[in-house]
């Protein structure tokens, strides 16, 4: 579940990273035991390769880096937020075909 397209974000450096991105944000909220998100992984990995230098992609495991869940109310996973200068822009939860995630995307970009 790790490519060299996406970085692993944790409570530590979850807000300097998106606040400092010169593109927007694309962050899966993810657990190792959750069914969808082993789905849309292989889509989350495509798209970061495909929006490469338009849209940064990284993942942040829910169970590991609870400070962050807790602030962004990750109630349900996968959930992805897209930033857009260190703020929230975009919010789906669930499984998501990657036709609808990269329409997502494109809205912001």
């Not at 450096?13 to 069914?35: E, H, M, Q, R």
């Not at 338009?54 to 962050?68: C, I």
């Not at 992805?80 to 669930?94: C, H, P, Q, Y």
């Amino acid at each position: 579940m790790s490519s060299d397209m996406i970085k692993m974000l944790e409570d530590t450096n979850f807000k300097d990273f998106i606040s400092t991105s010169p593109t927007p944000v694309l962050v899966d909220f993810w657990a190792d035991w959750c069914g969808p998100c082993k789905m849309i992984a292989p889509m989350v990995e495509e798209v970061a390769t495909e929006y490469e230098g338009k849209v940064q992609v990284a993942k942040l495991n829910v169970d590991q880096n609870r400070s962050v869940t807790g602030e962004f109310k990750i109630n349900s996973i996968p959930t992805l937020i897209v930033f857009k200068g260190g703020s929230e822009a975009d919010r789906f939860v669930g499984f998501k075909t990657k036709k609808e995630l990269k329409a997502i995307l494109d809205k912001h970009i």
